[in-house]
């Protein structure tokens, strides 16, 4: 069983900054990305960045400049840094994880998300 742990969210103001934790545990696996998605009411899920185990990374275009994710492969955790935020960006944020399984499979893990909240 795999479990995703995420912490960090809550208010923050508009030019402030936020930091989101994702720490992946369970049985043995071995992380081949990780990511950050969102959804805000009323809206579809959307991508927000993306990181590889060897830390290539994807950011949509709405994030790209202001948030950063970064990777603690040791830890097996996965953090945004969330930098001048808009009230845009107000929405559940969740952590997603690509692994690989020690039967040589690979599966999907969701947290269970993590409301953030941009007042101006």
């Known amino acids: 069983q795999v479990q995703l742990a995420e912490s960090g969210g809550g208010l923050v103001q508009v030019g402030g900054s936020l930091r989101l934790s994702c720490a992946v545990s369970?049985?043995?696996?071995?992380?081949?990305?990780m990511g950050w998605y969102r959804q805000a009411p009323g809206k579809q899920r959307e991508l927000v960045a993306t990181?590889?185990?060897?830390?290539?990374?994807y950011y949509a275009d709405s994030v790209k400049g202001r948030f950063t994710i970064s990777i603690d492969n040791a830890k097996n955790t996965v953090f945004l840094r969330m930098n001048s935020p808009k009230p845009e960006d107000t929405a559940v944020y969740y952590c997603?994880?690509?692994?690989?399984?020690?039967?040589?499979?690979?599966?999907?893990?969701w947290g269970q998300g993590t409301q953030v909240n941009v007042s101006s």
């Open positions: 369970g049985r043995r696996f071995s992380i081949n990305a």
């Open positions: 990181i590889t185990s060897g830390s290539s990374v």
């Open positions: 997603n994880a690509d692994l690989w399984t020690t039967t040589g499979g690979r599966a999907t893990y």
